[in-house]
């Protein structure tokens, strides 16, 4: 008796829920901001996250959770769709499922993906569109909160709706698509957090173009295939960039690579752009993520635009779908692709071998006179459409390359890097004791640093170093670093000196580069005569930089300088780079 009470209970219970949710769902309008303002509206930061909670609490295949902080004060969050239940433990989702990642707002004035996105999700639990059933999608609602907030109509100039929408900028003014490696910002570090939760086997980053005019409401930017490299680069060139265009043409949607000039018509050409690790998709690539951003173009109505990036989302989760055991087989071969003692390219150059032609639809442009300022400007004509061969240089090639050593060893007083290795699950140890290890040291001998502030930096860039091979003490504490990991990339790309979004590159050793100690002329005038007195090929080679170079022999500071610089006198900490590399 006692039994069939429980039983009793049980299904009373059960079905009180499931009572309360179907009154939840019949009671809650799911119709958008967008929709009810017939696509010319976009719904705020509050609304968004209202929405996708509504969502929540009517069908269980939809769960919302807050993950970090924001330079807002408000917190990121993620919205999962899981069509096989409301489980959202993504180390068990991983093990039968691809896992699609949707990032939106990261500039809140490109707001298609934020609207596209909740209808995607309330179609898909609705039954309106095909359901996945192997594919998790993951959404960040809008990942720049604070430029959402920032509400306004004008800041878009060149922008053809919504009526009102976020600002570029976040809480503290960043650009979040410069900040991925950096991570300046609580949102980059949240971010880091979430893509490391979820590790997605693809990435779509919902945007908005600036630049030319042409026919096209839709352009697509993959990572770059050669820099992705390996299979994986192969497999996005030659199989998930043609397929999605194939799906999006056979739906009336064309699509072209996103359009990559300013200020001229692209019938000259264009070439792809190179999404370094410091935007999102170079961001995830480093841990071999198929990413990609969808461009929507600026002069298309609101309505057209939003609608495009729906049914382009739908298509990559087909192509997820359809091919999900290739993209898990081809990410586990990833890995294999660099290994310690193997050659890997930091930065790239054009291709001028190799080229692919478009059949592009666009505008007759031509260089006029303005009634404004007098000068040439550019003025499109849209009665003169045409579809043109146009050249894209959408292959690249290595320009810079290094050895990648089998690990790293960084002195424990390095703990700004430490954080950033930290929060992108680097693995490493630590020394137990003091440990003398023979390595592959850089002294930094040029760079050059950006003149004007970006991204709240004054970057380097043309860096150059020379390596050293010495004997060193480690203290205990001092972290080791295999290579030998998932983060290889990041670790490369980050802790080599001459990558470009190196975090030398991004002023964290900017005090390596100042000077400690010096010296007073009248003092070190006579240790230097006499350091040269009893070192003859010193002696020698100061004789012949004295009689070769005009400038140096005309500057007696840098004569005393160049001598102290070859004496024992003098640090060595200046310009040391304190990465060291194990072979």
Known sequence: MKKLLILFLLITSCSDKNEQKNKAESNTDFTTVFEKSNGLETATYDETIKYYSDLGDSYDEI???????????????IVTLNMNGSEDDFETIRKNNRILLINNGIHPGESDGI????????????????????TVLVTIPIYNVGGSLNRNSGTRTNQNGPKE??????????????????SDTKNARAFAEIFHLVQPDVFIDNHVSNGADYQYTLTHLFTQHNKLGGQLG???????????????????????????????????????????????????????????????????????????TYELMKSMIEITEEQGDKITQL???????????????????????????????????????????????????????????????????????????????????WH???????????????????????????????????????????????????????????????????????AMRYLLETLEPTAPDSFFNWNFFDTILQQKEGFSPY???????????????????YNI???????????????????????????????????????
Do not use: C
């Open 63 to 77: 769960s919302i959770q807050a993950i970090g902080e924001t330079d807002s004060g408000k917190p990121l969050h």
């Open 115 to 134: 609207d596209a996105t909740m209808m995607l999700y309330r179609d898909i639990v609705q039954g309106k569109i095909k359901a996945p059933k192997s």
């Open 165 to 182: 929408y976020g600002f570029r900028g976040n809480a503290r003014n960043y650009d979040l698509n410069r900040d991925f490696i950096k």
């Open 234 to 308: 192969n497999y996005i060139h030659t199989e998930m960039m043609p397929k999605l265009e194939q799906k999006l043409e056979a739906k009336s949607w064309d699509i072209t690579p996103y359009v990559n000039v300013f200020n001229r018509t692209p019938e000259s050409g264009f070439r792809q752009f190179m999404d370094s690790p410091r935007y999102s998709t170079g961001y995830t690539t480093l841990f071999n993520t198929l990413g990609m951003m969808v461009e929507t173009h600026m002069l298309k109505p609101y309505k057209q635009r939003v609608e495009g």
């Open 331 to 413: 990410r586990k071969e990833q890995a294999k692709t660099w290994s310690a003692g193997k050659t890997y390219p930091l930065a790239w150059t054009i291709d001028t071998t190799k080229s692919s032609t478009l059949k592009f639809k666009g505008y007759e442009g031509n260089m006029i006179p303005s009634e404004l300022t007098g000068a040439q400007r550019l003025k499109y004509d849209r009665t003169k459409p045409f579809t043109k061969d146009v050249t894209y240089q959408n292959y690249f090639k290595a320009k810079d390359s290094v050895t990648i050593p089998k690990a790293y060893v960084i002195p424990q007083g």
């Open 416 to 486: 700004n890097v430490m954080d950033l290795l930290k929060l992108n699950n680097v693995e490493f140890t630590q020394f137990k004791k003091d440990t003398i290890f023979k390595v592959d040291s850089y002294k930094i001998e040029d760079y050059e640093t950006r003149r004007n502030a970006y991204e709240g930096h004054y970057a380097h860039y043309n860096t150059k170093v020379k390596t050293i091979e010495q004997k060193l003490t480690f203290r205990k504490g001092d972290y080791l670093i295999s290579t030998d990991q998932k």
């Open 523 to 541: 003092v070190w005038e006579d240790r230097a005569q006499l350091l040269l007195k009893a070192n003859p090929k010193l002696q020698i080679e």
């Open 545 to 583: 930089k004295v009689s070769y170079d005009e400038e140096f022999a005309n500057n007696w500071f840098a004569q005393l300088d160049w001598i102290h610089k070859k004496s024992k006198n003098y640090e060595k900490a200046h310009l040391q780079y304190p990465v060291y590399r194990l072979k």
